[in-house]
């Protein structure tokens, strides 16, 4: 890389990083959050959903709207987004200014989210470099999810929850400050017609199917306001895609939507980010509730596989320019569900289920972010740059709908099993059943995208010829 391909780097991966850490910051402040403003559960759980709903609705439109009307240019609005909806939550005085300050931070990362990944992909050639920059990405995106836990907990006992919130504002005014100077500045470009039908239905679609899959892991998926909205999303969703089939000029193109490395990838990188969320929440509430270690010990053990995801980020990379983004994407995805499934031997003692946390989480997230960096080669890799918005939109709103959809659902099959008890066999039972149902959603997948993307003739994605090494 050059030195100024250098900056560019670490300008957007410092933006990633910083993206990933506001989604868990939160999580540990919560109670005291609570406490200060009078939130009940309910009004809890709405700070997560004020968060996820913009992220993960207005990803799509958003990371096409890059590639219409420039890419530094949303990017940079994310930032400012950041800044003011952080400043508004750690100065809010009541619940409505919070949650207006959370919905800010959503809109802000879907912004600025695809805006930076596609600026990364079209700022490094397809090849050997690309892929070395999104190890680096997937790294400090899976890096900045533990760290946030850890950092929640430090500003929260040390200063107060309101840090939680205050400490994005000077990070991203930085960022702010030096984007204009590495970046280059987007290219005037032919005036294109926004597909407003295409816009309206796949966010209404999106912000409906989210609501309501976290409203019914909220409530009960017996909840008939949850199962209208899922069933609004999914009609919203086809008619967006019969839309798409018929505009002039579509949002999303129907030839980049149906490309077998669009469509099976996006399956493989929606399975990396949702089932590894939800064993990290199982895994979170397994260490305080069960064996009783404090939120910011739990934080401190999440540390450890950071470290083999950060070597996962620096290595893949280099398997993938052997065996090939789509096979890396089917034993990422492999090595994810196989150390999952030994923590269907989790029990009550507290120094071998530290042990045994401490191990399987190690293994699984190596298989974790070397799943992510190949699901990003593998949905990013032979579009044009004219193209890499929408495809970095897709790959940002798979991980934001996996982060919203994962842990309802599987906290939702351990309830069933736990009910109402807080008895450490019960919760266990629970745990271990909703670990079951995980593997094994992982293993189909692993399955289906063997057999359907990796032995297909472009299953060779990313490898080199072997005279080229």
Request: aromatic content about 6%; overall charge positive.
């Amino acid at each position: 890389m050059s030195g100024r391909q250098k900056l560019v780097l670490a300008l957007l991966l410092g933006a990633q990083f910083m993206l990933a850490v506001d989604f868990s910051i939160l999580n540990v402040a919560l109670p005291d959050i609570g406490r200060a403003l009078g939130l009940s559960l309910d009004g809890l759980q709405w700070i997560a959903t004020a968060f996820a709903l913009p992220a993960a609705g207005f990803t799509l439109l958003f990371g096409r709207v890059a590639d219409l009307f420039g890419r530094r240019r949303m990017f940079m609005t994310g930032l400012l987004l950041l800044t003011a909806g952080s400043l508004v939550g750690g100065l809010s005085n009541g619940q409505g200014m919070l949650l207006t300050g959370r919905v800010l931070q959503g809109l802000a990362t879907a912004l600025a989210t695809p805006a930076a990944l596609s600026l990364l992909t079209t700022s490094f050639p397809e090849g050997p470099l690309r892929r070395r920059a999104l190890g680096l990405n997937g790294a400090l995106m899976a890096a900045g999810f533990a760290a946030g836990a850890l950092f929640g907990g430090v500003l929260t006992e040390g200063l107060s929850w309101r840090w939680t919130f205050l400490v994005n504002a000077p990070v991203a005014a930085v960022l702010l400050v030096a984007a204009p100077l590495l970046l280059a500045a987007d290219r005037d470009r032919a005036r294109v017609r926004l597909d407003v039908p295409g816009a309206i239905t796949v966010t209404g679609g999106l912000l409906s199917l989210v609501y309501g899959v976290t409203r019914a892991g909220h409530t009960s998926w017996s909840d008939p306001v949850a199962l209208v909205a899922i069933i609004a999303g999914v009609l919203l969703l086809a008619l967006f895609g019969l839309i798409e089939t018929r505009a002039v000029e579509p949002l999303a193109s129907v030839r980049v939507l149906t490309k077998r490395t669009v469509g099976w990838g996006n399956l493989g990188g929606f399975t990396v980010f949702a089932m590894e969320t939800a064993m990290v929440f199982l895994l979170t509430l397994y260490l305080q509730n069960v064996l009783g270690y404090s939120a910011l010990v739990t934080g401190l053990v999440f540390g450890v596989p950071g470290v083999t995801a950060a070597i996962a980020g620096v290595v893949g990379p280099r398997f993938i320019g052997r065996i090939g983004a789509h096979r890396s994407l089917v034993l990422g995805l492999a090595v994810q569900a196989v150390s999952n499934l030994a923590l269907l031997a989790l029990g009550t003692d507290r120094g071998t289920g530290l042990t045994l946390v401490l191990v399987t989480s190690a293994i699984g997230f190596f298989g974790h972010v070397y799943g992510i960096v190949a699901f990003t080669v593998t949905a990013t890799s032979g579009l044009p740059d004219d193209e890499q918005g929408l495809a970095t939109g897709l790959t940002t709103m798979s991980q934001q709908i996996a982060f919203t959809l994962g842990i309802p659902v599987i906290s939702a099959v351990a309830a069933a099993r736990t009910g109402a008890s807080t008895d450490a066999s019960d919760l266990l039972a629970g745990m271990r059943l909703a670990i079951g149902v995980d593997v094994a959603l992982t293993l189909l997948v692993v399955v289906l995208l063997a057999v359907f993307l990796s032995r297909s003739p472009r299953g060779t994605l990313s490898r080199r010829p072997r005279a080229a090494r």
